[in-house]
């Protein structure tokens, strides 16, 4: 249930995808949360470690904000989420979520054929991909585009250190400076992919 004092205020249902052809990498959150529901930007949460982690390891050379969010396009990268609508916990959402959003992002994911996939949480690959996943690349790919999996940024996940999420990004940052000078040039062909769905 939505406090009265979020209730008095405009929600988003959904926030934009970031997307299209072209991109180094798009990252794909869980869900929006309640702040970013509320002001209609990606990240929003005040202990939310996403912006700083995307400066800090080089990704982007500016500092942004939540309401920078549509600047991405400019470095390159992309944002969407797995299941578009809010909710104040990830633990609110329902299978039929995961059954609506799993194709729906891959159908997105296979038209904006990004050179890599960065899935802003582990719990967020596994939903969608409906596999055991390890922090870092995974084996295989989603149309054509390497997967990798970064810790939640969320500042409810306390299981790893700023420091530790920050390593993840850097190594992402890291790979996109050897794989992605020169822009996007399609050079690996797409693999079968099908998202879970869940029962």
């Not at 934009?16 to 990606?42: Q, W």
């Not at 942004?64 to 633990?91: I, M, Q």
């Not at 891959?106 to 390890?134: D, T």
Request: some cysteine.
């Amino acid at each position: 249930m939505v406090s009265p004092a979020v209730s008095k205020q405009t929600m988003h249902r959904e926030l934009p995808d970031y997307l299209r052809p072209g991109l180094k990498v798009v990252f794909v959150g869980f869900n929006p949360g309640e702040r970013s529901a509320r002001i209609g930007h990606y990240y929003a949460g005040r202990n939310n470690q996403f912006w700083n982690c995307l400066f800090e390891s080089g990704l982007v050379p500016v500092s942004l904000r939540p309401e920078d969010d549509c600047r991405v396009f400019d470095f390159g990268l992309g944002l969407t989420d797995v299941v578009k609508r809010w909710s104040k916990s990830s633990n609110n959402l329902r299978a039929a979520d995961y059954r609506a959003g799993a194709p729906r992002l891959l159908a997105k994911i296979q038209e904006a054929s990004p050179r890599a996939v960065a899935f802003n949480g582990k719990v967020a690959y596994e939903k969608f991909s409906g596999r055991p996943a390890r922090l870092g690349w995974q084996p295989g790919m989603v149309a054509g585009g390497r997967v990798f999996v970064l810790p939640s940024t969320s500042g409810r996940n306390g299981s790893l250190t700023r420091a530790a999420k920050l390593r993840y990004f850097r190594q992402l940052a890291r790979w996109v400076k050897r794989h992605c000078r020169d822009g996007f040039a399609p050079t690996q062909v797409a693999t079968a992919f099908r998202p879970a769905i869940p029962a």
